[in-house]
């Protein structure tokens, strides 16, 4: 059986790190898998950056579960060396913050040519691979709307494609939103996941929701993971109020669309309680 240990995307919980430590703290959460902090994404850290941000954290007794990174979030068509040149950075800064994941993905596409451009995104993919498992970094595929992973048949693709290079992260609100069915898509590929990302969502209009209020199967999800072995990463990832640098994550339509008029929280630090509580709510009755 697996242990579960708790991360999150804590810029949701605040903009500064000293905020963000507080909402790991407040919500009985022990790592964190950074994204951005103080307005800086974490691929724009320098290594004097990444140790100071390694010093504080230590501090706080908060680890570092994965470097929540934008790679793979380029047009397939855009150049892909500048993309590569900074992931390199990254890797040096994964193993500065003593973790062993870099969160990535697979490339956004202007239009339905996925076989067109399949073996460049296998062999872009492979050279991030390559590179980080130098530093005995994994790379970890997450599905995100829009990219060449964006359904469990080409995730699948490219975990097997890629199999002894590459893991999976499931995100089951991102699937939800590109119409596929959580707990098939999980059986299909479940060998291959690493981590889960938690956040949930409605099928029928796409909105994020607390875990176990929308459709993403998250209960039943949690008791399947459970059946691995290790020590495993549960990320919670809210996406339930508008946050620093939201916006800069997704493409026109995201998420950060869909809530600027639907402000249901009257904080950031509420919101992320919200989805902590709902969390620890099911990790109870599992």
């Not at 938690?198 to 994020?208: E, L, Q, Y």
Request: aromatic share 10%; glycine share 8%; charged share 30%.
């Amino acid at each position: 059986m697996a242990e579960f240990l708790l991360s999150a995307f804590a810029d949701e919980g605040g903009k500064t790190i000293e905020e963000q430590i507080k909402a790991l703290k407040d919500n009985n959460l022990t790592h964190i898998e950074p994204r951005g902090i103080n307005g800086t994404n974490i691929s724009d850290y320098t290594p004097e950056m990444a140790k100071e941000l390694r010093k504080i954290l230590d501090d706080n007794g908060i680890g570092v579960s994965a470097i929540g990174s934008p790679f793979g979030k380029i047009n397939i068509t855009d150049d892909f060396e500048p993309h590569f040149e900074k992931f390199k950075r990254t890797v040096e800064n994964a193993c500065i913050l003593g973790t062993s994941n870099i969160r990535m993905f697979s490339f956004y596409f202007e239009d339905d040519t996925y076989a067109q451009y399949r073996d460049e995104v296998m062999a872009r993919l492979e050279k991030f691979c390559d590179y980080s498992l130098e530093s005995g970094i994994w790379c970890c595929h997450e599905n995100e709307k829009g990219i060449y992973g964006d359904n469990a048949e080409r995730c699948l693709d490219i975990l097997t494609t890629l199999k002894g290079k590459i893991k999976g992260v499931f995100d089951p609100a991102n699937f939800i939103q590109c119409g596929v069915d959580i707990l098939p898509a999980y059986e299909m590929l479940k060998d291959c996941i690493e981590y889960l990302h938690i956040k949930d969502a409605r099928k029928s209009d796409g909105f994020v929701v607390p875990c176990g209020c929308g459709d993403g199967c998250i209960s039943e999800l949690l008791k399947r993971f459970k059946q691995k072995q290790g020590k495993r990463f549960l990320t919670l990832e809210p996406h339930l109020k508008v946050f620093d640098g939201l916006k800069d994550l997704e493409q026109e339509g995201g998420t950060a669309d869909v809530l600027k008029d639907n402000y249901n929280y009257s904080s950031n630090e509420e919101a992320f309680a919200v989805a902590s509580d709902a969390l620890h709510a099911i990790l109870a009755d599992i």
